[in-house]
């Protein structure tokens, strides 16, 4: 039996995010080249480039291309050998705990900040047990996290720390790239993201020593023809992916300067508006990946049914991160998962919606998206209140 063919989408619909694409024929010149020296994979001439203008572009020393930032998480572990258990952040995307567990490594769930939603430097130091080797943070929506106090705390306990940095390209810290901050970190190039390579990812590294064996583990722990020297996967980005990255980075700072003046209407139009709540901002340079809300319990209605509301009328917003992590069957058996050690990243994952963001949309679209919440925030929705079932 065939799958069953999904819903036509209307037309007019608005989504989470649209992914930048330049102009399909300033592509060709691209594929023009790889067809010509057929190099396809294997770091080609692209892959080369590519990393050295991210290097460049993102103010980093080391950089090591993957196919996607999952790969780049689990490597990432691979490389600095850590085992045992790991602190992370039960609000993000599943790929951050998913990559410690295909290393057989526990995760080991704290709770968040209020303000930034990323991990709670202050409750750290309270789930370190014998068994813990690093800390896992992630710098959720691309807001730094608290890298400091997480570094004292690493350094007092002999952890490491791998960012899970998904979120932070081109985000500044103290006037630097954020990427700079521990052990390794880790960026994904989906195509959901604000630089993307259709499928991609990278791990930032220090040294050239440390970037010399994610290489290897990358390619099956290849060192030579005849040497294989660990249990390495291929997480080999292609040239056709390196290619598009190269494209991408010259459209780059137009997108992200777009997102910044779409980030600044929002929050202009949503000033004021009772029960919806803006995510806080970065004091550096960010990217505006995302456009989370809270809907906080003064608002007429509840996140739900708004997210629905907002679907009844062509604008399909996301709950990230919702449900958390620590909710999935594979996780909630774990002791860190239980709901009293989580109460802030249980009450932020019932009130987040994350709104259209991306360099294509217009202000018009945000004053219908914003008309929208506004009229619910004074009338209600026709058919809809709080203690109705969602
Ligand atoms: C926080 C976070 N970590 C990891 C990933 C995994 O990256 P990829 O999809 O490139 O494998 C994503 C997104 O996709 C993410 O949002």
Known sequence: MSAPTPPAKPANALYVTQPLLPPLEDFIPYLEKIWENKILTNTGPFHHELEQALCDYLGVKHICLFTNGTLALITALQALRITGEVITTPYSFVATAHSLVWNGIRPVFVDIDPLTFNLDTDKIEAAITPQTTAIMPVHCYGLPCDVDGIERIADNYGLKIIYDAAHAFGVQHNGASVLNHGDLSVLSFHATKVFNTFEGGAIVCP??????????LKNFGIVSETSVVAPGINGKMSEINAAFGLLQLKGIDQALQRRQMVDAYYRQKLSGLKGIQCHAQSAGKTNHAY?????????????????????????FARRYFYPLISDFPMYRGLASSAPANLPVARQ??????CLPQYPALTFEQVDMITDLIASVACHGTPSADRTAGT
């Open 207 to 216: 040294d050239a020593k440390t970037k010399q064996r994610i290489d290897h």
């Open 291 to 315: 456009f989370p809300i809270l809907v906080k319990p003064d608002f007429p209605i509840s996140r739900d049914q708004l997210f629905q509301y907002l679907r009844e009328n062509n604008i």
């Open 348 to 353: 932020i994952a019932d009130q987040v919606i």
